[in-house]
């Protein structure tokens, strides 16, 4: 496998020339299993090294920000599911957020409460599902079946508080659309005291486990300098060692009221930013018992006209997802449509560092980052 | 933060060039930061600030006045929260001192300097767009670029708006850089600040059809190659586009 000296010979060949006899152009994708969905990646390669890396996205675009212009603001809030399709409530938090401030509405708190356990419960869930799927890219089965199990109860909890388990569509402009239902605390109690055992298991499989260090330390290397450089964010930026969360940064949703860590790395490798992760599930589960202690009585619905049509004006306004940051900038003319919704997705920034990171590294190591960056297409291309 | 000793040191020297980072826009941030001091953007910039202070000392001057009051030692992150939320929905002024410095800076260039329900925005000339975001970047610490759109006017004369959202990890403040181009217009491109912008603005290109003068790669990125139009443009004709592809492609007539 890679060590760092391997690193360091890296790419002295980027003179532009292309093809010469040793070099090999490579398609992986867009069908490939560990591209996580239709990502097309072109490599160059020096025998199993890369020199270099284009990625073709694009293959799930559905025009989201077009369709956004022909619907109306609480019409559209379902399509922003289908972005991150892992972490849907995320997405449907930001957006929601975004109106709310567009229209001068916050949200009771009661309301903001359920979305933090909502949300925070789609954390550990989106983070489940990346487990799975980047330790079987890199050769291990079983945590895909731990993580799945534990992601499933989530989902459970999901189709009881809002009748679906992906596409949620759970919050709404103003709020929450349902009250919880009865047994909804104990549920997410039980939830918590059912999964801080089963991280304890997903790190006995793989923290010390001597192929996976194998594979993971000192691959797809980023730096904190260049993870600014190229807006890298997420659990990507905080295993570089920058020490920066939306939800502590610029709390939204009432974040400032729960106590958590912020879990940072040092080398900004694939194994750091494995080890984020898993402390970041840890901390999703401290959220959620305080959420769920601290739960107010009230209202979930904050007073909004049933049309909306906000004044003319623009905000951007960004949410910690579990990918990074996701923003929505939305224009309004004054009309019930928006003139103009953009979506800064994490994936596809995040996406962009993927040619840094694979260069001078091996075939198989492309493999690992890009399931270590944590990539949605449907958020790639929206 | 070295804050307090600091301004002393320099003031001998250099008396007109105020700190050029933290506390000052921090007083109005009611956030935290929560930046790690041993991260790299709290040091990264700092060579920068200083080839800025011998590079252009006037420009900071009229800053300089109003300097002294917030340079409170400590961090800033123990603001109190002070929420000056705007009460309409009209925008304010905004009025900070690297509003001040800009307008010093380039004068009329900066055409309008506004908060919109707490969040600030610039709208400056398209003539100096790259040189605000270098300075921004270089010598305010906005190192962070966290988007770049636009958005299309197809009625006004200079069509598109674009969009440049900014983030600084060191203040923990973001803001927004705008400013109108015509259609057909090649932007310079930000790709050589932020390598950021690289994929943002072959988006923009995708979307709008915006050109990128000196971007590195210029290609399409979401659609195909051979695609016309540009889709997020106000003139574009979806079901035109769709039975024109039904018609060229399967050669029926579509059912839209």
Known sequence: MSNSSFYETDVQRQDGTFLDANELVLNMGPQHPSTHGVLRVVLKLDGEKVLGLDCVIGYLHRGVEKIAEHRTYAQFAPYVDRMDYVAAVSNGLGYCLAVEKLIGVQAPPRAEYIRVIITELQRIASHDVWLGTHVLDVGAITPLFYTFRDREEILKIFEKYCGARLTTHAFRIGGCQYETYEGFEKDVKKFCDFVEPKIDEYEELLTGNRIWIDRTKNVGVLKGKDCIELGVTGPVLRAAGVKWDLRKAQPYSGYEKFDFEIPVGTNGDTYDRYLVRIAEMRQSVKILRQAIEGIPEGPIMAKVPKVLKPPVGEVYVSIEAPKGELGYFIVSDGSTRPYRVRVRPPSFVNLQALDKMCRGALVADVVAVIGTLDIVLGEVDR | ?256
């Open chain 2, 1 to 256: 933060m070295t804050g307090t000793d600091m301004p002393e040191e320099t003031k001998g020297t250099d008396q007109s060039t105020p700190k050029p980072n933290e506390q000052k826009l921090a007083a109005e941030e009611t956030k935290t930061v929560e930046v790690s001091a041993s991260a790299k953007p709290a040091e990264l910039p700092k060579p920068a600030a200083d080839a800025a202070k011998t590079a252009a000392p006037t420009a900071a001057k009229p800053a300089a006045p109003a300097a002294p009051k917030p340079a409170a030692p400590g961090a800033p992150a123990a603001k109190p929260a002070a929420p000056a939320k705007p009460a309409g929905p009209a925008p304010t002024p905004w009025a900070s001192e690297l509003v001040a410095r800009f307008k010093a800076r380039y004068g009329s260039g900066i055409k309008e300097a506004s908060t919109y329900m707490g969040q600030n925005y610039l709208v400056v000339d398209e003539s100096i767009v790259m040189e605000v975001l270098r300075y921004l970047c270089d010598d305010e610490q906005f190192d962070y670029c966290v988007d770049i759109t636009a958005v299309h006017y197809p009625k006004r004369e200079k069509q598109f708006d674009m969009v440049y959202v900014l983030y600084s990890f060191t203040r923990n403040e973001r803001v927004r850089v705008k400013t109108q181009i015509a259609d057909g217009k090649a932007q310079p491109t930000a790709s050589g600040i932020w390598p950021t912008a690289n994929w943002l603005e072959r988006e923009a290109f995708d979307m709008f059809g915006i050109k990128f003068e000196g971007h590195p790669d210029l290609r399409r990125i979401l659609l195909p190659d051979g695609w016309t139009g540009y889709p997020l443009r106000k003139d574009y004709d979806i079901l035109k586009q769709d039975t024109g592809w039904v018609k060229a492609n399967l050669g029926i007539e579509s059912g839209q």
